[in-house]
């Protein structure tokens, strides 16, 4: 099976497996997991964040991070498409009485930046009070430009707001530009790093910021059902993809890239864009169904849609991109 549908469909390899096995755990929510406090410690120092705390997911760990940096009646800047904002069921909202404030994105993910700035309301009882800015990198694939990073991190802390990185992908925007962790997470008050997409472990995901902030979010997190007993089993899986797949994820990028040109020379559709991992693809409406239908026939599995989607990963070799591209391309010269 080819299954170019996420990132996060990766199974954890025999030696994650071995080294999970052998893992040093204790009781986390007693704060004496061993192999999460190493994590944990490890992750921040080389971020150049004071502390951080494990999550199962990064959902769970951008949704702590919004129920402590900001409180009921209190708002949070972020993209339209963004996921904190877009795919994470409103969770601010939902648990936290927290208003969202979506703007709109340029293709690179970017909030305009004079739009920001007329979004962050005055003091005045009629408004939600704006406490912080939210950024994802990378988006969609793409990195986001450091100096735009820069100048909105900036912002935020002349206005007085909070900033956080929803840096699920981090690692991807990291090795595509060979920035450091820290240099990439400069300026932030927190940061989520997640470990079940390229990195390939089955679970988890990390809130990084400063010592009282991660003491407010262990809180959060342990409300919200987060908190785990023998988490060292994920937390050493994590560890082995931190030392083993994060260097790796250039191959991914390279298929990606190769996908893309593959891609490019099938005539019926068109590659829209290409970025470290990710491909996107437009493919007529029509076609949709058929092509995703025939594709699951031969164990490649794409969601096919008039704009697709297509990751590569740690389960994703060089071939099996080559086969995906023969493949639609024999489809589409049969049927466009
Ligand atoms: C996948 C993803 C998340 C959520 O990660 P889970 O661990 O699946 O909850 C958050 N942000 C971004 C940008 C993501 O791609």
């Not at 150049?48 to 209190?74: I, K």
Request: charged residues 20%; aromatic residues 6%; glycine residues 10%.
């Amino acid at each position: 099976m080819i299954d170019l549908r996420s990132d996060t469909v990766t199974r954890p390899t025999e030696a994650m497996l071995a080294t999970m096995a052998r893992a040093a755990v204790g009781d986390d929510v007693w704060g004496d997991d061993p192999s999460v406090r190493m994590l944990e410690m490890e992750v921040a120092d080389r971020a150049g964040f004071a502390a951080a705390a494990f999550f199962p997911s990064a959902t769970q760990s951008n949704l702590t991070a919004l129920l402590v940096h900001c409180g009921r009646g209190d708002e949070y800047i972020a993209g339209q498409l963004s996921h904190i904002y877009h795919d994470e069921g409103g969770g601010g909202a939902v648990l936290g009485g927290i208003q969202p404030q979506p703007l709109s994105q340029d293709a690179q993910g970017r909030m305009g930046l004079e739009d920001i700035a007329a979004a962050i309301k005055d003091d005045d009882i009629h408004h939600a009070r704006t406490r912080l800015i939210c950024l994802e990198n990378t988006f969609h694939g793409k990195v986001l430009p450091q100096d735009y990073i820069n100048t909105v991190t900036g912002l935020a802390a002349e206005r007085g707001l909070a900033s956080h990185l929803d840096g699920a992908r981090l690692f991807n925007a990291s090795v595509a530009t060979g920035k450091s962790l820290a240099e990439l997470c400069a300026g932030f008050d927190s940061v989520t790093l997640c470990f079940s997409k390229g990195l390939g472990a089955p679970v988890g995901a990390l809130l990084l910021g400063g010592e009282r902030f991660i003491s407010a979010a262990r809180r959060w997190r342990k409300t919200l059902g987060g908190g785990m007993r023998q988490s060292g089993l994920l937390a050493a899986a994590c560890q082995y993809a931190l030392t083993h797949h994060v260097e790796r994820l250039a191959d991914d990028h390279r298929h990606a890239r190769l996908l893309g040109e593959w891609l490019a020379c099938v005539p019926g559709i068109s590659v829209a864009e290409q970025a470290t991992n990710m491909v996107y693809v437009n493919v007529p409406r029509p076609y949709c169904a058929d092509l995703e239908a025939w594709l699951a026939e031969r164990d490649i599995l794409v969601a096919v849609r008039p704009r697709t989607r297509m990751v590569t990963h740690l389960d994703v070799g060089e071939s099996d991109v080559r086969r995906v591209a023969s493949e639609i391309g024999a489809w589409c010269a049969a049927n466009t």
